[in-house]
């Protein structure tokens, strides 16, 4: 059984900065690309940033600049960096990625971490 488990979020002024984590755990899986989403209170989930095996990165043009995504392999842990945060930024945020154990090659989402931004 993979799953995902985030930290990081909490509340934070606007231009201020926060980075939020997402480590996988449980046994013998490899995971491929990672990402972000983030759902605002009545509002959909969005796609923010995807960071593949190798390092490429693509991100939601409302975030480019201010937004970093990356991985840490060996670790098993995608990051996201958050930069210059804005009170429409504040959401539930979610990692994903597409992970093999064994012979299933599935999706799985964390529980989500709050993000506040907000004077």
């Known amino acids: 059984q993979v799953q995902l488990v985030e930290s990081g979020g909490g509340l934070v002024q606007p231009g201020g900065s926060l980075r939020l984590s997402c480590a996988a755990s449980g046994s013998r899986f490899s995971i491929y690309v990672m990402r972000w989403y983030r759902q605002a209170l009545g509002g959909q989930r969005e796609w923010i940033a995807a960071v593949t095996t190798g390092g490429s990165t693509n991100y939601l043009e409302s975030v480019k600049g201010r937004f970093t995504i990356s991985r840490d392999n060996a670790k098993n842990t995608v990051y996201l960096q958050m930069n210059s945060l804005q009170p429409e930024d504040t959401a539930v945020y979610y990692c994903?990625?597409?992970?093999?154990?064994?012979?299933?090659?599935?999706?799985?989402w964390g529980q989500g971490t709050q993000v506040s931004v907000s004077s």
């Open positions: 994903n990625a597409d992970i093999r154990a064994g012979d299933d090659l599935k999706n799985y």
